[in-house]
């Protein structure tokens, strides 16, 4: 594990614009100090020394850190956000710009259960080991961000720590690991939902598919270790009945089946994210989306309820990622939920909606309005 870490290291300093090295104001300079401040000037990289645990300033406290050979150091107190400020400025004055296209990246964040191969998948990928990959479940404790670039398509693979049902969480460090998957999740363009198909689709990673599908992100269902099932040639058609048994509430879903060990159809999982992700965006126009409505209630009206029944008078889509469709209705309160999934699966059936959620609002308009129906 150390010399795991230590290669990430060593990823992250050949990375990086500025090294920060943090060291203890509190306790003597170690030989591990020196052996790393060696290393960082060898980088020929900026490097700033940070010096923590400083809670009361004086300049005598900062003379033999002067030692390491990496300049003027910087005191502060993190605890208690002294000299913060300080040490952000002279990091940013190193910065060259950075990416100003951050916002023209595909964000994807890889979530799952613990040991379901997510950081492999992450590396098979990016095509280096950008991530620590062990047997032991709960290696990658935060989510890690890394850009990159393939076929002309820019992408920034977010993997994310695993997350384990509520009650299995132990400790501090995997509560906020947990958080900061969510936290992922939320600011992903498109979510890989990483399943071990050695062990099956498991009540957690419904939970986590389900998450996933509230906050109306476009996702792909990984099915990942794939080389380790006895397969014949109705193999894939068993696990696609159980992944639609089990997720009756997306049934939108798209599914790959891959082996990130070895690299078994890795390349198509790219493809199917870009391709969610286009269907988020997919917008129909004000007029054909009428028509379809207008079609779709006289097919089949609404039930009456309490001898009233359910006008719809227009439709509009406001938004998209997730496609969002706003129906000026009499009453939403008639508005059955049956009736609602009904017109999903008209504008699914009109227009390519795979990988991503719909949302139709219902909003009251006077009932003396003409419209639709």
Not at 50 to 55: F, G, L, P
Not at 136 to 155: Q, S
Not at 294 to 314: K, M
Request: charged fraction near 30%; aromatic fraction near 8%; proline fraction near 3%.
């Amino acid at each position: 594990m150390w010399k795991e870490i230590l290669r990430q290291a060593d990823t992250a300093i050949d990375m990086a614009q500025v090294i920060v090295l943090m060291v203890d104001g509190k306790e003597e300079l170690t030989s591990s100090d020196y052996d790393v401040a060696e290393k960082l000037r060898r980088c020929k990289k900026p490097v700033i020394l940070a010096v923590n645990k400083i809670d009361n300033f004086s300049p005598d406290k900062l003379f033999e850190y002067y030692a390491l050979g990496l300049g003027e150091p910087f005191a502060l107190s993190a605890e208690h956000s002294q000299g913060v400020g300080d040490l952000l400025d002279e990091i940013v004055a190193h910065f060259d710009g950075g990416d100003e296209e951050e916002h023209d990246r595909l964000k994807i964040a890889v979530v799952g259960k613990p040991n379901a191969g997510k950081s492999s998948l992450v590396n098979r990928l990016l095509g280096f080991e950008r991530t620590i990959v062990t047997d032991m479940a709960g290696t990658t404790r935060d989510a890690i961000d890394t850009p990159f670039e393939l076929d002309g398509e820019k992408y920034t693979l977010i993997d994310t720590a695993g997350i384990r049902k509520k009650r299995s969480v132990s400790d501090d460090v995997e509560y906020y690991s947990v958080l900061r998957a969510f936290d992922a999740v939320r600011r992903a363009d498109v979510c890989l939902l990483v399943v071990d198909s050695a062990e099956g689709l498991t009540e957690q990673d419904v939970k986590i598919i389900g998450y996933v599908h509230e906050q109306g992100k476009p996702s792909v269902i990984v099915m990942n270790k794939w080389d380790l099932i006895e397969k014949d040639s109705k193999t894939v058609n068993k696990f696609e009945e159980k992944l639609q048994a089990d997720l009756k509430f997306m049934d939108y879903y798209l599914s790959v089946y891959i082996s990130a060990k070895t690299g078994q159809r890795a390349e198509k999982v790219l493809a199917f994210a870009r391709r969610a992700y286009e269907n988020a965006n997919r917008r129909i126009s004000t007029g054909t989306l009428n028509d379809l409505i207008l079609d779709a209630v006289r097919t089949n009206e609404p039930a009456s309820v309490n001898g009233r029944r359910l006008r719809v008078y227009y439709c509009t889509q406001p938004s998209v990622c997730p496609p969002t469709f706003v129906l000026s209705v009499n009453d939403e309160k008639l508005m059955h939920f049956s009736y609602k999934r009904y017109l999903e699966n008209v504008l699914r059936r009109a227009a390519d909606f795979s990988g991503t959620p719909v949302r139709i609002v219902t909003r009251n308009r006077g009932e003396n309005e003409g419209g639709l129906m």
